[in-house]
């Protein structure tokens, strides 16, 4: 059996020609067992938003190309979806793209004894993120982020 992360490189090689014919971006993908069944997760965005017409797109020409490329050895169910509101935060341009929003930013070890931040976005460059938190700004390095995403409940 391939191992999920050269899955996922190759999907993603795959996906790009289809989400660029159509202006969408791709936000993330999901290699995933789930119980005794394996989950191909393709998260896709836009400008404005996705729709479920763009979602049913993406899925049967992906589906489509993977059948022929036999990329995964295995029996899988593939989703095609929209990140949703806490959307997650991978890239450097994502922060810049949400800069003012509300981000929730878990990072590895701790930073000032915590390693869970809630702020606004507020400002970003080369290698490091700043967020205002209600107690002021908190700078976080782009290498400390293990996990970031929008977080509507600020």
Same mark, same amino acid.
């Given at each position: 059996?391939?191992?999920?992360?050269?899955?996922?490189?190759?999907?993603?090689?795959?996906?790009?020609?289809?989400?660029?014919?159509?202006?969408?971006?791709?936000?993330?993908?999901?290699?995933?067992?789930?119980?005794?069944?394996?989950?191909?997760?393709?998260?896709?965005?836009?400008?404005?938003?996705?729709?479920?017409? *763009?979602?049913?797109?993406?899925?049967?020409?992906?589906?489509?190309?993977? *059948?022929?490329?036999?990329?995964?050895?295995?029996?899988?169910?593939?989703?095609?979806?929209?990140?949703?509101?806490?959307?997650?935060?991978?890239?450097?341009? *994502?922060?810049?793209?949400?800069?003012?929003?509300?981000?929730?930013?878990?990072?590895?070890?701790?930073?000032?004894?915590?390693?869970?931040?809630?702020?606004?976005?507020?400002?970003?460059?080369?290698?490091?993120?700043?967020?205002?938190?209600?107690?002021?700004?908190?700078?976080?390095?782009?290498?400390?982020?293990?996990?970031?995403?929008?977080?509507?409940?600020?």
């Amino acid at each position: 059996m391939k191992s999920s992360t050269v899955i996922i490189e190759r999907i993603k090689g795959i996906v790009a020609p289809i989400l660029e014919d159509e202006r969408l971006e791709l936000v993330d993908i999901e290699f995933v067992a789930a119980g005794k069944r394996w989950v191909l997760r393709v998260f896709i965005d836009r400008e404005g938003g996705v729709t479920i017409d *763009d979602c049913a797109y993406v899925s049967r020409e992906l589906s489509r190309v993977l *059948d022929v490329e036999d990329v995964v050895d295995h029996a899988y169910t593939l989703e095609v979806s929209s990140p949703g509101l806490t959307r997650p935060l991978k890239r450097m341009e *994502d922060f810049v793209r949400y800069r003012g929003k509300a981000c929730r930013i878990v990072v590895r070890g701790e930073i000032d004894g915590r390693s869970d931040f809630r702020g606004e976005i507020d400002r970003v460059d080369a290698d490091k993120v700043e967020i205002r938190e209600k107690i002021g700004i908190v700078t976080i390095p782009i290498c400390a982020i293990k996990k970031a995403h929008l977080d509507f409940e600020l």
